[in-house]
């Protein structure tokens, strides 16, 4: 007999309840349950970074947590980025070619989203450090830095 818990996430500012399997990850939660399917599912073991989110203010690889260790939890994922529009990171990943087959986007834009909350104004080295943990296997990490670059200058022209 397989048992479940009963979980209450506030996601992207909306509040879902729901039950999990202790074993449930967090990115199939998400993708099975709620329909977020913008967060991926690569490696399942942590190491490309494709399903990264932001949980309580901290980007975390939701194929090693668990759905009912996120359970009052505030998360955010890339749905969570644009407002009905672009959000400015996306808008420089587009414009300075930061993707190419999307895979490793999501996991590229929220760790980038992190970094931006915490330092709006990164260095080279702060943006690889940042990154470090995510792996993309077409576009080069060139573009993907630009469009880091980018996203900086576009929210503090946002913020003035």
Same mark, same amino acid.
């Given at each position: 007999?397989?048992?479940?818990?009963?979980?209450?996430? =506030?996601?992207? @500012?909306?509040?879902?309840?729901?039950?999990?399997?202790?074993? =449930?990850?967090?990115?199939? +939660?998400?993708?099975?349950?709620?329909?977020?399917t913008g967060?991926?599912? !690569?490696?399942?073991?942590?190491?490309?970074?494709? *399903? #990264?989110?932001?949980?309580?203010? %901290?980007?975390?690889?939701? *194929?090693?947590?668990?759905?009912?260790?996120?359970?009052?939890?505030?998360?955010?994922?890339?749905?969570?980025?644009?407002? @009905?529009?672009?959000?400015?990171? %996306? &808008?420089?990943?587009?414009?300075?070619?930061?993707? %190419?087959?999307g895979f *490793?986007?999501?996991? +590229?834009?929220?760790?980038?989203? &992190?970094?931006? %909350?915490?330092?709006?104004?990164?260095?080279?080295?702060?943006?690889?450090?940042?990154?470090?943990?995510?792996?993309?296997? *077409?576009? !080069?990490?060139?573009?993907?830095?630009?469009?880091?670059?980018?996203?900086?200058?576009?929210?503090? #022209?946002? &913020?003035a």
């Amino acid at each position: 007999m397989t048992t479940t818990r009963q979980i209450r996430l =506030t996601v992207n @500012g909306m509040t879902y309840e729901g039950r999990a399997e202790p074993r =449930t990850t967090l990115v199939d +939660f998400l993708r099975a349950e709620l329909g977020l399917t913008g967060t991926h599912v !690569g490696c399942e073991h942590g190491v490309c970074g494709a *399903c #990264t989110i932001i949980v309580n203010g %901290q980007s975390v690889r939701s *194929c090693l947590m668990l759905a009912v260790q996120a359970d009052g939890a505030s998360l955010m994922t890339v749905e969570g980025l644009g407002d @009905g529009k672009l959000h400015p990171i %996306q &808008e420089a990943f587009m414009e300075e070619h930061g993707l %190419q087959c999307g895979f *490793c986007t999501p996991g +590229f834009l929220m760790a980038t989203y &992190e970094l931006l %909350q915490q330092n709006q104004d990164p260095s080279d080295e702060e943006i690889k450090d940042a990154l470090g943990g995510q792996i993309c296997r *077409c576009t !080069g990490y060139q573009a993907i830095f630009r469009s880091v670059r980018l996203a900086a200058a576009k929210l503090k #022209t946002a &913020e003035a």
